[in-house]
């Protein structure tokens, strides 16, 4: 009978080449389970020879890596995918990341009279200016934000009620439903409405002394048609103002820019600016959705409550750190000079259909003489924001898409082949359309078609 193999020998055999930048401790741990299971498998019987159990090891090795946080080609069309890390930054948020990370910084230093100051203020100053309003502030993400504001308005005995439309009571991705958010910040939800039709006398007849807030939420990833109605933001400000309510709403992404105006096809994406002006005391959006920023939860509103909300005990464990500040104070920089163009989730939206072809046609013309397992044509596609954002618009695209079972092998289905393509450096990723797979070429950056060419070429060899 063979006998199980030694941690070591395993580790020897797969050389340092092996190890392909992973810390030995993490590898040698892998080599340990997989020897586990094979004894468990084996259970008396003859164990398989030397070189199965190292490829097995090297499998396991390879889906180790492939769990490491790193850069991947997008070739979804989705701009702000939140799988593969919504938005991508502006060189100038890059550069200030790296300026940031890597010493000392005025974080929380006045350099004027050289004393402790307050953090983040020069970039608070700037966004509510974006906003158009009296102040602003920033927490970790958008639902921070919201846990913020309801723990702040409901903190009191008597008044925990926050009313919200029957209609928006959205569950947002995995695992964040505004009924479950409510519920974890100490609120009671008291449902407004109907499902389709909600309106200003709904929330006044609901008004009563345990409301502590109304609550206005960005339906964001779905869309209603048919006998609808909800109320004008301005509406419900109103009757906020008139019963001494306070007034929230939660934006999810909200868009710096007019949404519509940036490409065909694109509805308009309800701004923090309109939140404002409406009459809203508080709005929350996101940072890395399409406003294109580093994760992170934006505040704007009512100098008053802003700064109630930045004295509460909770912020401290809810603010961002230097990094995020960083990146953000250089993004919202770049829309206050006009030069939101070079925000990449913008550049992406406004590239001409025609450029992207272009692209297309020069990724085909470069690999056009070379023996491939598929046919590679160029289609036309549609583009989405993603980031539950416009459910309901598109944008025209372009992608390259393969037609694998044209090709030499005939063997390769376009599943596969998108599997060869993830197990790349860089991973490529892409979709699958009627058994085809498609790469769009709208979320992959120009610099990076080189790259998508070599990984083709990669993934050709198998
Ligand atoms: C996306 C979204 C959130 C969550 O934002 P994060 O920044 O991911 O925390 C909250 N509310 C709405 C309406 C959203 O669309």
Known sequence: MRAIPSVERLLQALGPAGLDGLPRPAVAAVVRRELTGLRAAANGQDLPAFDTILARVRGALDNLRRARLQPVVNGTGVLVHTNLGRAPLAPTAVGALAALAAGYSNLEYDLGPGERGSRAGYLERNLAQLCHAEAATVVNNCAAALVLILRHFTRGARRKEVLISRGELVQIGGGFRIPDVLAASGATLREVGTTNHTGVADYAAALGPGTALILKVHRSNF??????????????????RTARVPFAEDLGSGALVPTE???AGLA?????????????????????????????????GKAKTVAALRREPFFRA????????????????LYLAGCEGEIPVLAMLRTPTAELRRRAEQIIATLGKEELPWRLTVTDSRA?????????????????????????????????LAARLRAGTPPVIGYVVRGRLRLDLRTVFPHQDETLVAALRTASAG
């Open 223 to 240: 869309y209603q048609g048919g006998f609808t109605a909800a109320p004008a933001a301005g509406g419900l400000a109103a009757l906020a």
């Open 261 to 263: 105006r940036q490409v």
């Open 268 to 300: 308009h994406e309800r701004t923090p600016v309109e939140a404002v002006r409406d009459g809203v005391d508080v709005v929350c959006f996101s940072g890395d959705k399409l406003l294109g920023g580093p994760q992170a939860g934006l505040i704007a």
């Open 318 to 333: 809810l603010r961002c750190d230097k990094l995020v500040l960083g990146a953000l104070q250089a993004t919202v920089d």
């Open 384 to 416: 989405q924001t993603g980031g539950g954002t416009m459910p309901r618009s598109s944008v025209a695209s372009v992608a390259l898409e393969f037609d694998s079972t044209m090709g030499g092998s005939g063997q390769l289905t376009a599943n596969g």
